[in-house]
C-alpha cells in the first residue's frame, strides 16, 4: 500500500509565500511522474508543476518563474515553494506520483489528500 502525505498551504496574502510538501510511504518501486495539481470548485484539476519520468520538470506557465518544484528521491519526497501569490492561486492543490510497487506490476497513480490554498487581495 503507498500513502502520499501532504503538508504546508494555509492562508496568505497576495505577494505572499507558501510551501507544500508530499512524502511517500509504502512499498515504493519505481517512481515514474511526481508533482502537484490544484483544483477549484467547478473546475477540472490541473497540471501546476511536475517531474517527468525522464527528470524533467513541467511547469504551468501562470505559474512560471513564481513556483519551483523540487525532490528528494532518496525520501520519496517532492515540494513546492511558492513564490509571489496571487489570488488566483487559490485552490486546493493536490500531489501525485505516478508509480509502481517495489514488487513490480503496473503503474498507476497515487494521490494526497490535499491542501488548501488561500491568497487574499
Known amino acids: 500500500q503507498v500513502h502520499l502525505m501532504e503538508s504546508g498551504g494555509g492562508l496568505v496574502q497576495a505577494g505572499g509565500s507558501l510551501r507544500l510538501s508530499c512524502a511517500a510511504s509504502?512499498?515504493?518501486?519505481?517512481?515514474?511522474?511526481v508533482g502537484w495539481y490544484r483544483q477549484n470548485p467547478g473546475k477540472q484539476r490541473e497540471l501546476v508543476a511536475v517531474?517527468?519520468?525522464?527528470?524533467?520538470?513541467i511547469i504551468a506557465n501562470s505559474v512560471k518563474g513564481r513556483f519551483t518544484i523540487s525532490r528528494d528521491v532518496t525520501k520519496n519526497t517532492v515540494s513546492l515553494q511558492m513564490n509571489s501569490l496571487k489570488p488566483e492561486d487559490t485552490g486546493v492543490y493536490y500531489c501525485?506520483?505516478?508509480?509502481?510497487?517495489?514488487?513490480?506490476?503496473?503503474?498507476?497513480?497515487?494521490w494526497g489528500q490535499g491542501s488548501q490554498v488561500t491568497v487574499s487581495s
Open positions: 501525485k506520483a505516478q508509480l509502481r510497487s517495489e514488487y513490480g506490476g503496473s503503474y498507476d497513480d497515487y
Open positions: 509504502g512499498s515504493i518501486g519505481n517512481i515514474n511522474v
Open positions: 517531474f517527468t519520468t525522464s527528470g524533467n520538470r
